[in-house]
């Protein structure tokens, strides 16, 4: 169905919260279906309504994962009243608070589970998530989900593979697995069991929050300011099989899967392809513009945006949020404009011309 431009749309009926600390909230403006439906056009018919810039979804991680909790990175219904101090995982892996980050740490001092996988059985206790109370959950939550108007994103903050696999068994054995041959059938195996937790953790949150939860956003960190943690052909192996359950058990439910991935791993881009991902948002070091250009038909990119000089008027904020559309924003091949992007850039006139330019283009 396509929704033909009104003007009357530029109207700003509401400010959404910006990502960035001690940003303006940014505009959201009278949209002619709700932003929970331009999302879904997007990833479920490929053709969306305008350009996502960050209003769009909303975060959700209920404090009935343990490792919400423990990340201290509770955002539900109400607020969680625990001022976020130290808090076993869903493993019983213990994590510290640190106020001046604002997350927490793996508590330092306290011992890994194992430092061989081999050892995985008889040292890594699977949690049961069908024992959590997901009917609490969800008398606390559906109205919240239901009504807000977004795609609401339930998030997996350590996922299943390797930032799992470093909490498990500190980073250079966890880098060490991937390379020894000792270990390698271990670790497919335990790998196969942690999909199989991620897909019952998916089923129950289905169950119990419905039609208010529209994703899964899955956090697994592949690499430094400088580059991947590991080769192309270890998350070939390893990683994306799993991910290929996870995001085919997403689909097969009617959910967007997305993925977050901090680094520079742009050389890992077709595993994040071959791992079924709807999207990906790359940090700042990674080239999005040639991200976009060379996948973005494939997966949907959140291009980081030019910088606006500073000073720039009302006119010319709006021509480079026009600017910013009119290169990243084509029918079958839409990307969205990313997070990462300076605070300074999305300013009211910038996003009128982002949005209505996109709206355009796509009506």
Known sequence: MSYPFDPKELNIVDRAMNFRRNAPGKPVFDFPVTAREALLSLYRKGQGVWTPYGVETAVFCPSIIPDNIARGFVFEAEKWPDPYTTHDDMFGINWTFVPQVGGSMETPGFPHLFEDVNEWKEKLKMPDPYSWDWDGSARLNNEFLKNNGKANYFWFLNGFTFERLISFMGFENAAMALLDEDQEDALHEMLEALG???????????????????GFEYHDDWGSQMAPF???????????????????HAKSKGRIASLHSCGHTEKQIENYIAGGWDCWTPMAMND????????????????????????????????????????????????????????????????????????????
Do not use: H, N
């Open 288 to 363: 999005t513009a040639k991200l976009y250009d060379e996948y973005g038909d494939r997966i949907v990119i959140a291009v980081v945006a030019d910088d606006v000089p500073e000073g720039a008027t009302e006119e010319e904020q709006y021509e480079a949020g026009k600017k910013f559309a009119e290169r990243y924003c084509k029918p079958g091949k839409v990307a969205s404009f990313s997070l990462y992007s300076s605070p300074s850039v999305m300013t009211d006139a910038y996003a009128k011309g982002l949005y209505e330019t996109s709206r355009k283009i796509l009506a």
């Open 230 to 248: 590991f080769s192309f052909a270890a998350g070939e192996t390893f990683f994306v099989p799993i991910w290929k359950r996870l995001t085919s």
């Open 196 to 214: 199989d937790l991620g897909i019952k953790i998916m089923d129950c949150a289905i169950e119990a929050y419905g039609d208010g939860i529209q």
